[in-house]
C-alpha cells in the first residue's frame, strides 16, 4: 500500500514538474508560430462578389506556396489567415478585428469590396497593421481616404476608366451612357469616365446605377436602347457582369451600341461564353500580356491548376504579394513604423512590367491594359487580348486625386 | 420606341419574370400548406435546380433534357429528405423545422459549391429559343416569351392537379384537416413526402428555367429564398391563387419600380408586402390573420 502510494505522488510530482514545464513549451510554440509572416484576409468568399474573392485567396494560396518553396521571406515562412465576410462591410471589420485581437495581425491584403475597404483603413493606425489592396477600386482609398498605413498595389477604378478613354479617344463613339452597381466602386468609376467623356468633348446621355445582386436587368437594358447611345460603359462585377452580359445577348444590345467595360474577369467569360465577344475591357492584369515574368508566371500557375490560365484577380493578387516581399525584405522587418517608409517609393518590375509604389498617396504607378473579348485556339470560351498598353504616367492620376487634368 | 411599345416590352417582360418567382413562391406556399412549416432551404434547391440543369445539358446535350431532369432529381432529394428527417419532427414545434431546413441549406449550398465549384457556369438557351421577336418593332428575346409561356403552363397545370385530381383533394383535405384524413384511412405521410418533393421540384424547375438568364450560380439562392417569402407573405401563407397573384405582382411592381426609379429598386418589393400587411395582416387570400 506504501509503496503504491509513494509510487502515486510521484506521478503526481511528474505530472506536476510536468504542468510547471508546459508553459515554456507553449511560449516556445508561440514563438514558432510567431516566426510566420501572418497575412490576413478578410474575403468576400461568398455573395455576389463571390468569384472574385476566390480569385484572390488562390492568387494568394499560390504565391504562398511559391515563397515558402523558396525559403519565405527573411527566412520566415508566410501564413495566409483567411475568413469569409461575403461583402459585408460590418462582418469584414469584425473579421479583422479578430485576426488583430486573437492571431496578432499586423498585415493585411484581398479585402474584396471598397467599401469593405472603406471600412477598414479608419482602424489601421490603432491596429498597428499595414493593408496593401489588391483590388480595391475606390479612388478615394489614395485620395481623400487616404490613411498612412495603407497602399495600392492594384490599379485602381479610376485608373481602369482612364484606360479605357484613352482608348476611346481614337474611336468614333460619340454618346455614352454608363451602367455601374450602386455601391462605391461603381458611383466612383461612372463618375470619372462621366468627366473623361465630358473632357473628350463628346456626349454623355446619361447614367444608372443597378443594386448588387440584381437577377434581372431587362429595365436597365431597356434605359441603354432608349438613350440613343452608341456605346456604353459598365461598372459591374461578379454575378452582375454575368446576368447583365448574359440577357444584354439575349437582347442583341450590341447590335445596337458598343458594349465597354471596366471589368470582365475569365470567370465571367466563361461562365457567358459568347455573349462577351467583341466586348472592350480595361484588364488590371490579363494572362495574354506580353512579358518574360508573366509568361513564367502563367506557365507556373497552369502546372498547379491543371492547364487552367489565371484570371484577372489573381495576376493582381500575385502582383500585390510581391511588393509585400520587396517591402518586406527591404525593411527587415513587418513592424508599420519600418514597412510604411519601406514600401514607400519601392519599385518592383513583375507581371505587368514595372510598379512604383508611390510615396505620396501610396497608390502604385503602373501601365493600364485595354482588351478586346476575343475566340483564341486551344480555348472553349472567349479570352482578353490586349489591343493597347498605356504609359503608367497617363493612367495614375495626379497625387491624392482620382480625376485627370488632361 | 413609342409608349405603347415600351409598356408592351415591360409587361411581357413582368411576365416572365412572374413565371420564375411563380415556380419558387408556389413550391413554398403548397409545402407550408399541407405541413405548417417554412421550407428555409428552397432559395437553396432552387440554385441546386440550376446546377442540375447545367450538368443535364452537358450529359443530354440538351436544355429540355435538363428541364426534365432538373426538377425530377431535386424533387426526389426532397421527397428523400422528407422521408428520411422531416417526418420525424411533426410531434414537435415549429422551431425544429426551422433549424433543420435551415441546415438543409447549408449543406446542400456547400455541396453543390464541392461538386461544381464556386464559380458560375454557364447554361445557354436552345437554339430554338435564343433569338429574337419584334414586338411592335422593338427586339424582345424569345427566351423570355417562352418564360412567361412555361409559368402560364404550369400554372394551369398545378391548378388543374389540385382542382381536378384525386392527389388534388387529398392535398387541399390535408391541408384543411389532417387528423381528419388519417382517420378516414389516408396515409397523410405519404401525401406530405410528396407535396415536399412537388414542392422542391418546382423550385428546380425555376432554378433551372432561371439558369440561362443569370447563369447557375451561388448568388442565386439567397435572393431567391427571400422572392419566395416575399410572394408568399403577399399571397397568403398556403395559397395558391395567393402565390401567382403574389408573383404576379412582385414581378410588376419590381419592372415598373426599377425602370422608372432605379434608386429605390430594392425597396419596391417590401413597400409592397408592407401595404399588403397593412391592408390585409394574413395576406391577400391567407386565411389567418
Excluded at chain 1, 455573349?275 to 506557365?299: H, Q, W
Excluded at chain 2, 429574337?132 to 424569345?142: I, M, Y
Excluded at chain 2, 390535408?174 to 418533393?197: K, P, W, Y
Amino acid at each position: 500500500m506504501t509503496s503504491t502510494r509513494s509510487l502515486s505522488r510521484r506521478s503526481v510530482l511528474a505530472g506536476a514538474g510536468a504542468a510547471v514545464a508546459a508553459p515554456s513549451i507553449w511560449t516556445s510554440a508561440q514563438a514558432q508560430a510567431g516566426n510566420t509572416i501572418k497575412i490576413g484576409m478578410p474575403l468576400a468568399l461568398t455573395g455576389p462578389l463571390g468569384s472574385v474573392g476566390q480569385q484572390q485567396k488562390r492568387g494568394a494560396e499560390f504565391h504562398t506556396k511559391w515563397i515558402n518553396d523558396r525559403g519565405g521571406i527573411l527566412g520566415r515562412k508566410v501564413e495566409l489567415l483567411i475568413e469569409d465576410t461575403v461583402g459585408n462591410p460590418a462582418t469584414c471589420v469584425r473579421k479583422a478585428q479578430e485576426m488583430v485581437e486573437r492571431h496578432d495581425v499586423r498585415l493585411f491584403t484581398g479585402i474584396t469590396l471598397s467599401s469593405e475597404a472603406l471600412a477598414i483603413v479608419p482602424k489601421l493606425n490603432e491596429w498597428n497593421s499595414i493593408f496593401i489592396s489588391s483590388d480595391n477600386g475606390d479612388g478615394r482609398l489614395t485620395a481623400a481616404s487616404l490613411v498612412p498605413n495603407f497602399f495600392r498595389a492594384n490599379t485602381s477604378g479610376p485608373m481602369g476608366t482612364r484606360a479605357v478613354s484613352l482608348y476611346l479617344r481614337e474611336t468614333t463613339h460619340k454618346k455614352f451612357f454608363a451602367l455601374g452597381l450602386d455601391y462605391a466602386w461603381g458611383h466612383n468609376s461612372v463618375q470619372v469616365f462621366e468627366e473623361e467623356i465630358k473632357r473628350m468633348g463628346r456626349e454623355f446621355v446619361g447614367k444608372v446605377f443597378a443594386p448588387t445582386g440584381t437577377k434581372d436587368y431587362s429595365t436597365y437594358i431597356t434605359r441603354l436602347r432608349q438613350s440613343g447611345a452608341d456605346a456604353v460603359y459598365l461598372v459591374l462585377a461578379g454575378d452582375d457582369n454575368n446576368a447583365f452580359i448574359a440577357q444584354a445577348a439575349q437582347y442583341q444590345l450590341a447590335s445596337r451600341m458598343a458594349l465597354l467595360a471596366e471589368q470582365l474577369e475569365l470567370s465571367t467569360m466563361r461562365a457567358v461564353g459568347d455573349a462577351c465577344l467583341g466586348m472592350i475591357v480595361s484588364a488590371r492584369y490579363a494572362f495574354t500580356i506580353d512579358n518574360p515574368k508573366n509568361k513564367e508566371f502563367v506557365e507556373l500557375w497552369k502546372k498547379e491548376y491543371d492547364g487552367l490560365v489565371p484570371d484577372q484577380f489573381e495576376g493582381e493578387q500575385w502582383q500585390c504579394q510581391q511588393v509585400f516581399v520587396a517591402g518586406i525584405t527591404k525593411a527587415g522587418s513587418i513592424e508599420a513604423d519600418k514597412l510604411r517608409p519601406a514600401l514607400e517609393d519601392l519599385t518592383i518590375d513583375d507581371i505587368k512590367g514595372k510598379v512604383h509604389m508611390r510615396k505620396c498617396d501610396h497608390q502604385g504607378v503602373q501601365q493600364g491594359f485595354v482588351v478586346k473579348a476575343s475566340k483564341r485556339e486551344g480555348f472553349s470560351h472567349p479570352v482578353p487580348e490586349v489591343i493597347a498598353t498605356l504609359a503608367a504616367d497617363r493612367v495614375t492620376p495626379p497625387c491624392n486625386k482620382m480625376t485627370y487634368d488632361d | 420606341m413609342s409608349t405603347l411599345a415600351f409598356l408592351l416590352n415591360q409587361s411581357v417582360n413582368a411576365l416572365s419574370q412572374a413565371a420564375l418567382l411563380f415556380f419558387l413562391g408556389v413550391g413554398l406556399t403548397l409545402i407550408f400548406g399541407i405541413m405548417r412549416i417554412v421550407n428555409f432551404a428552397h432559395g437553396t434547391l432552387y440554385m441546386l435546380g440550376a446546377f442540375v440543369g447545367y450538368s443535364a445539358v452537358r450529359i443530354t446535350g440538351s436544355y429540355w433534357g435538363a428541364l426534365v431532369a432538373a426538377p425530377l432529381v431535386v424533387g426526389l432529394l426532397g421527397t428523400a429528405f422528407e422521408f428520411g428527417i422531416l417526418r420525424r419532427l411533426y410531434r414537435r414545434d415549429a422551431h425544429a423545422f426551422l433549424m433543420v431546413t435551415f441546415g438543409l441549406a447549408l449543406v446542400t449550398g456547400e455541396a453543390v459549391r464541392l461538386i461544381w465549384g464556386s464559380e458560375a457556369l454557364q447554361v445557354p438557351a436552345p437554339a430554338l429559343l435564343s433569338g429574337v421577336v419584334f414586338l411592335l418593332d422593338e427586339p424582345f428575346p424569345v427566351y423570355r416569351l417562352f418564360l412567361a409561356a412555361a409559368g402560364a403552363v404550369m400554372a394551369f397545370a398545378i391548378w388543374q392537379l389540385l382542382e381536378r385530381t384525386r392527389l388534388g383533394l387529398l392535398i387541399r383535405a390535408t391541408s384543411q384537416n389532417a387528423e381528419m384524413v388519417h382517420a378516414l384511412g389516408t396515409d397523410v405521410n405519404m401525401i406530405r413526402s410528396a407535396v415536399f418533393g412537388i414542392g422542391c421540384g418546382l423550385a428546380a424547375l425555376g432554378g433551372v428555367l432561371a439558369a440561362p438568364l443569370v447563369t447557375a450560380s451561388h448568388g442565386m439562392a439567397a435572393s431567391a429564398v427571400i422572392d419566395a417569402f416575399v410572394i408568399v407573405i403577399i399571397g397568403g401563407m398556403g395559397s395558391f391563387l395567393g402565390s401567382l397573384i403574389g408573383a404576379l405582382l412582385v414581378a410588376f411592381v419590381q419592372v415598373f419600380g426599377n425602370y422608372y426609379y432605379p434608386d429605390f429598386a430594392l425597396a419596391f418589393m417590401y413597400l409592397l408586402m408592407l401595404l399588403v400587411l397593412v391592408v390585409r395582416p394574413g395576406g391577400l387570400l391567407g386565411k389567418e390573420a
